[in-house]
């Protein structure tokens, strides 16, 4: 009896030392070492205010469940979706909810279309509008009418049924390739940008797994990059470290970025140039810490798409330190949206990356499948091959010329702009960072005796006269994404501008789209309620009264 005792007390004491062993492997491994990347990549500083940020929404979220605040909340939602409801479906359209009893005629639907094209306002015919349209003339709309029309009916999905589409598709992602200084490398066409995004992350994910064994990505950003990337993160399960960008030039933080890299780091991310504020990323440097630490970068280039390669052919490549695309060695993935300034079809983008085999860790391959092994370059299965002929048709059609002058015209308005707003004429701004390209983002200077948040009253005002304007968060600002109508329109656009200034200088509104929203996000409880007026505008996107 006594012996299975002692047998028992020695089985006990080898239990409690595992558990302590597991124990101390756990404290280690996920206290300590997560605490010591999180402060190594993020400070002292940005991880108290994260965590600050954190159990603020806790706190905030627990508060308005409080029946008062949930009815002020609600009463106030409301009115905010019938706002929303009142712009986007109006009342006085007839929808069509069910199919009708028998088919209506081609004269009927042609009637329709005219009705419904008739809803668009005229400012996006006289360039009053921030990017969104990338027009390139009438000319061009013609060239895309009828490649689209001939291949109507192709699906890139089946290459032996639609031999001139798999032509047309390897033509266009070698165009971009050259351009992009890498005739070797390999690429595909996606439906847009944040496609592309999402394929060079899972692409740098699978990667990284299947060659350096990361079980937990991780990816680099600097808070500039495009929404996308936070998608990515949501959709493959990538850990994200946001890196503050320098508050002056406005550009990646080098020093923080390689601050934040760690053994589970797939990949880092620049830009070129940035959606809010137009800088371009110091992309060799990021291209150093990538080669150095063997991981992906990934250059997002969709808004700076077919204006890039052309800076210089241009003479408007003073400024752009070092390089961009796949010249930089470290560089493994681009992507480049060509139905931007490309003037392809809404729907065009390439994904392209260093090497063919970087690139089949983007492909789907289920070889089981009942229906046969079904294999797939992109997200997407069957896709629109006349998309793909018209960028095709109008990339053949404009050359190197056409895109050298399109750029020359651009980059002239847009530093017209710049130089507008840095004058005397408009002391009350500032232009953030130093554009280089098609965007210039501007803010209120405090100094003049107007707020920060007064700028989005001026965006207000600026919606009022026919402009629409892109607002900003962080700092609170408008930017332009200048386009070939827009560079047509800058005088105009600079006397409106001057004109809502002084009118808010002369009685500054507290109401309008821009100033509940963002204004709201500048409160305590603004980050919890700005996703719930984001979810409402997209419902009513799918009502039909």
């Known amino acids: 009896m006594e012996s299975i005792r002692s047998i028992w007390r020695r089985a006990s ?3 409690s030392w595992s558990a302590n062993v597991v ?21 002292l500083a940005g991880t108290v205010i994260d965590l600050y940020s ?7 979220s627990l508060l308005l469940r409080l029946p008062p605040s949930r009815r002020k909340v609600a009463l106030e939602l409301d009115q905010a979706r019938r706002g929303i409801q009142s712009k986007l479906v109006p009342e006085h359209l007839e929808y069509y909810k069910t199919l009708p009893e028998k088919g209506k005629t081609v004269e009927w639907i042609d009637n329709e279309l005219v009705k419904l094209k008739g809803l668009e306002k005229s400012d996006v015919a006289e360039g009053r509008v921030s990017g969104a349209v990338y027009h390139g003339g009438e000319d061009l709309n013609a060239v895309i009418i009828a490649a689209t029309s001939k291949f109507i009916l192709s699906n890139p999905l089946h290459p032996d049924v639609f031999p001139g589409v798999r032509k047309m598709e390897a033509e266009v992602v070698s165009m971009c390739l050259n351009l992009f200084n890498n005739p070797d490398g390999a ?63 406005r550009r990646a933080n080098v020093s923080a970025m390689r601050r934040a890299v760690n053994p589970n780091t797939i990949l880092l991310v ?21 080669s150095k630490h063997k991981i992906g970068l990934h250059v997002d280039c969709c808004l700076g798409s077919l204006l890039m390669p052309f800076l210089r052919k241009t003479g408007y490549g003073e400024g752009v330190v070092g390089g961009f695309g796949f010249e930089v060695d470290g560089v493994t993935s681009i992507s480049c949206d060509v139905h931007k300034y490309g003037f392809c079809p809404k729907g065009s983008s390439i994904i392209m990356y260093r090497d063919a085999g970087l690139r089949r860790y983007q492909y789907y391959i289920q070889p089981d499948w009942a229906g046969g092994v079904y294999a797939s370059p992109s997200m997407a299965g069957s896709r629109p091959g006349s998309v793909i002929a018209g960028a095709w048709a109008v990339m053949t059609h404009m050359g190197m010329d056409g895109y050298t002058q399109s750029c ?19 002391s009350e701004l500032y232009v953030l960072g130093d554009p280089m390209v098609s965007v210039v983002a ?59 200034i002084d009118e808010i200088k002369a009685s500054p509104p507290d109401s309008g789209d821009l100033v509940a929203l963002y204004g709201l996000g500048q409160t305590s409880v603004g980050p919890l309620l700005v996703p719930k007026l984001a979810e409402m505008f997209i419902d009513t996107m799918f009502m039909t009264r």
């Open 270 to 290: 620049g830009s070129a140039p940035n959606f809010p504020d137009g800088a371009i990323d110091p992309i060799p440097d990021l291209a150093r810490i990538a």
């Open 13 to 15: 004491s080898v239990r």
């Open 442 to 500: 501007f803010s209120v200077d405090e100094k003049c005796g107007l707020k920060e948040n007064d700028i989005y009253a001026v965006g207000d005002l600026m919606s009022k006269k026919g402009w629409h304007l892109s607002a900003l968060s962080g700092p609170p600002a408008l930017h332009l994404a200048m386009t070939m109508l827009t560079a047509k329109a800058v005088d105009t656009l600079l006397d409106d501008l001057r004109a809502a």
């Open 23 to 43: 124990l101390i492997y756990v404290l280690w491994r996920y206290i300590w070492i997560e605490t010591y990347r999180q402060i190594r990549a993020h400070g």
């Open 54 to 60: 954190y159990y603020k929404k806790i706190v905030f």
């Open 408 to 426: 020359a015209t651009i980059l002239k308005a847009t530093r017209k702009l710049k130089q507008a707003i840095q004058s005397d004429r408009f």
């Open 187 to 249: 690429g595909t066409t996606t439906s847009g940008g944040t496609e592309s995004i999402l394929m060079a992350v899972k692409t740098h994910r699978d990667w990284a797994r299947a060659n350096k064994g990361v079980r937990y990505p991780e990816m680099i950003i600097p808070s500039s990059a495009h929404a996308a990337f936070w998608k990515a993160s949501d959709y493959f399960g990538v850990r994200l470290h946001v890196i503050p960008v320098d508050k002056k030039s």
